[in-house]
């Protein structure tokens, strides 16, 4: 992943460029003009999108572990770019380029397998597993201390 840019920077240069306004700058989790959120960052290589994170103390559920919500936020949003980076990527367009792909999230299905203890750092894998007319479904999984913790799956709809 180190020679590769986080999404989320792309994105927001390519909006820049053509002087759009970054719809998703303020996002809970990966706003980056979002001081409170969780500013995550996501990584495409192809054919999935990695993300790493590190949870701080206020993210804390029962003590010592991950907050439950904090981990449904993660998978939302990290399938997300996953979503619009596999659309760029089947449509055979550079992340970024043309007109914006504009999606919101139709529902999210999380199901928690392991706690992640609140020192741990987290890695989400996923990948888009659906198309649809207007819509994408993606799988993520959700690993810490390695082993996997958490499997989401979230349907996102394109707006236009």
């Known amino acids: 992943m180190s020679n590769l840019k986080p999404l989320q920077d792309i994105w927001a240069v390519a909006l820049k460029e053509k002087g759009l306004e ?23 290589d192809g ?3 990695i993300c790493r994170w590190k949870a701080e103390p206020h993210h804390n559920g029962v003590k010592g572990m991950l907050n439950g919500g904090i981990i449904a936020s993660l998978i939302d949003c990290h399938s997300f770019w996953t979503a619009l980076a596999a659309t760029y990527h089947n449509e055979r367009r550079q992340f ?26 987290v890695e989400l894998k996923a990948h888009l597993a659906k198309v649809g007319n207007r819509s994408k479904v993606v799988l993520c999984s959700v690993y810490a201390d390695g082993k996997e913790c958490a499997q989401g799956e979230v349907t996102l709809v394109h707006l236009f």
């Open 96 to 121: 970024g380029d043309g007109k914006p792909i504009k999606m919101v999230t139709a529902s999210i299905s999380v199901r928690y397998i392991h706690p992640i203890m609140i020192d741990s750092e």
């Open 22 to 44: 970054n719809d998703y700058k303020d996002c809970f989790g990966c706003g980056p003009e979002n001081l409170k959120g969780l500013q995550i960052k996501s990584f495409w």
């Open 47 to 49: 054919k999935q999108a």
